[in-house]
């Protein structure tokens, strides 16, 4: 099976490369802003807008020109900018279209990009040369990686390269269409995952991944470094010191909260056939400011994103059970189901058959019995196979189920 996957690291770079970085960013940032001025203007004057090769034409006009500075870097900065603006019109055009159709949908429309987030990203194509400890790029030429080994140096066919910066360092993701084994489930079982707070996973089997609460505990940190910022005069050095420091604090946080997901959604996907979550209305629930925080720094949908491209990998099928199977409330035991079961109790005691069990335990039981006593309906769903994209796990998260079963 032929798939597409990314390999992100990070680049060991020289002073002199990452000026040359930076200017390819600042390139691909003018050229996104420079286009979404000129659509908007356009479709002011009643005009057809332009699109993104119509817009790269325009800009390479204004090369002899005035925007002469960009012959200094690699043509395909500003034009795979351009490209991603077309793309986040099509965004906005297919939300406004679900928002017409009555889905709980913002419709965004693409906004300019400020060097107020850091110095941004760009994407290379054409002659991508990869290295034990290097990767070749278009006019960067080669750059020293910090880890070896990890991108694949042969046997992949390399789409692109997209250099990005977060917190003073630099990384780079190659797009590249990779030949997998075809997945081998024999002997894997299917398991039910309850997702939690206190505790990020509970497996069926008795597996337990703790939640590293990345957010919870830097947040001291975070806030104090926060303060800082605001105390530093606008535009001074110092201000964009401590702006640095705050940047490294919540990549960090990021990087711990991203690392837990990826080691716990891999070993999922590699071990298990099947894997039943429960459909959480992540979005709704965000809305509960005293969990808010909580589950968003679990990150429960990045889980599940993870794990369904994962599962197309590996041979793992992943099944939402449906909203409002009571998979809190049932006893996995004998089935009897509870009228009430609040937030507190972390043990299931099931006034049918005396069992107690953790109550996160008897969640999974709950989803991994949902899917057998549905396994009819598995190969049903199972035919009706949809990419894992993350627009369809963006609209998963928001319509109404009307299914009992269904694969994500
Ligand atoms: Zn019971």
């Given at each position: 099976?032929?798939?597409?996957?990314?390999?992100?690291?990070?680049?060991?770079?020289?002073?002199?490369?990452?000026?040359?970085?930076?200017?390819?960013?600042?390139?691909?940032?003018?050229?996104?802003?420079?286009?979404?001025?000129?659509?908007?203007?356009?479709?002011?004057?009643?005009?057809?807008?332009?699109?993104?090769?119509?817009?790269?034409?325009?800009?390479?006009?204004?090369?002899?020109?005035?925007?002469?500075?960009?012959?200094?870097?690699?043509?395909?900065?500003?034009?795979?900018?351009?490209?991603?603006?077309?793309?986040?019109?099509?965004?906005?055009?297919?939300?406004?279209?679900?928002?017409?159709?009555?889905?709980?949908?913002?419709?965004?429309?693409?906004?300019?990009?400020?060097?107020?987030?850091?110095?941004?990203?760009?994407?290379?194509?054409?002659?991508?040369?990869?290295?034990?400890?290097?990767?070749?790029?278009?006019?960067?030429?080669?750059?020293?990686?910090?880890?070896?080994?990890?991108?694949?140096?042969?046997?992949?066919?390399?789409?692109?390269?997209?250099?990005?910066?977060?917190?003073?360092?630099?990384?780079?993701?190659?797009?590249?269409?990779?030949?997998?084994?075809?997945?081998?489930?024999?002997?894997?079982?299917?398991?039910?995952?309850?997702?939690?707070?206190?505790?990020?996973?509970?497996?069926?089997?008795?597996a337990q991944i703790d939640n590293p609460?990345?957010?919870?505990?830097?947040?001291?940190?975070?806030?104090?470094?926060?303060?800082?910022?605001?105390?530093?005069?606008?535009?001074?050095?110092?201000?964009?010191?401590?702006?640095?420091?705050?940047?490294?604090?919540?990549?960090?946080?990021?990087?711990?909260?991203?690392?837990?997901?990826?080691?716990?959604?891999?070993?999922?996907?590699?071990?298990?056939?099947?894997?039943?979550?429960?459909?959480?209305?992540?979005?709704?629930?965000?809305?509960?400011?005293?969990?808010?925080?909580?589950?968003?720094?679990?990150?429960?949908?990045?889980?599940?994103?993870?794990?369904?491209?994962?599962?197309?990998?590996?041979?793992?099928?992943?099944?939402?059970?449906?909203?409002?199977?009571?998979?809190?409330?049932?006893?996995?035991?004998?089935?009897?189901?509870?009228?009430?079961?609040?937030?507190?109790?972390?043990?299931?005691?099931?006034?049918?058959?005396?069992?107690?069990?953790?109550?996160?335990?008897?969640?999974?039981?709950?989803?991994?019995?949902?899917i057998t006593a549905s396994s009819a309906?598995?190969?049903?769903?199972?035919?009706?196979?949809?990419?894992?994209?993350?627009?369809?796990?963006?609209?998963?998260?928001?319509?109404?189920?009307?299914?009992?079963?269904?694969?994500?």
């Open positions: 099976m032929i798939v597409l996957r990314a390999y992100k690291t990070e680049l060991d770079l020289n002073h002199v490369q990452k000026t040359a970085c930076a200017k390819h960013a600042g390139a691909a940032r003018f050229a996104y802003n420079w286009g979404l001025s000129r659509k908007m203007e356009a479709y002011r004057a009643g005009e057809k807008r332009p699109t993104a090769i119509d817009l790269h034409r325009e800009l390479n006009a204004l090369k002899k020109t005035e925007l002469s500075w960009m012959y200094e870097v690699s043509k395909c900065a500003p034009q795979e900018a351009l490209r991603n603006l077309d793309q986040a019109f099509s965004h906005f055009f297919r939300r406004v279209k679900a928002k017409k159709a009555g889905k709980q949908v913002k419709a965004g429309f693409p906004k300019y990009k400020s060097k107020k987030h850091g110095v941004g990203s760009f994407r290379l194509t054409g002659a991508i040369h990869i290295f034990e400890a290097a990767i070749q790029l278009p006019r960067l030429g080669q750059l020293r990686l910090k880890e070896r080994g990890y991108l694949p140096v042969s046997g992949v066919h390399l789409l692109s390269a997209t250099v990005s910066e977060r917190a003073g360092r630099w990384f780079v993701a190659v797009q590249a269409e990779v030949e997998i084994p075809d997945a081998d489930t024999t002997g894997k079982a299917v398991a039910g995952v309850d997702l939690g707070i206190a505790r990020l996973a509970t497996v069926s089997d008795g609460h990345a957010l919870k505990q830097a947040l001291g940190k975070i806030k104090r470094l926060q303060r800082t910022v605001s105390r530093r005069q606008q535009g001074s050095a110092n201000r964009k010191k401590a702006v640095q420091r705050l940047a490294r604090a919540h990549s960090r946080v990021a990087n711990i909260r991203q690392d837990t997901l990826h080691q716990t959604t891999s070993r999922l996907a590699k071990t298990k056939s099947a894997v039943v979550l429960e459909d959480l209305n992540v979005r709704g629930m965000l809305k509960n400011h005293c969990l808010a925080q909580a589950i968003a720094d679990v990150g429960w949908h990045e889980f599940r994103r993870q794990l369904t491209y994962k599962g197309q990998w590996y041979g793992c099928q992943v099944f939402l059970a449906d909203r409002y199977y009571p998979s809190t409330k049932r006893c996995s035991h004998c089935g009897n189901v509870k009228s009430e079961m609040g937030l507190g109790p972390r043990i299931y005691v099931c006034e049918a058959c005396q069992v107690h069990l953790d109550r996160d335990l008897n969640a999974a039981l709950n989803l991994l019995h949902w309906g598995i190969h049903a769903c199972g035919e009706d196979v949809r990419p894992g994209s993350q627009a369809t796990l963006a609209e998963a998260g928001t319509e109404p189920q009307s299914t009992s079963c269904r694969f994500v």
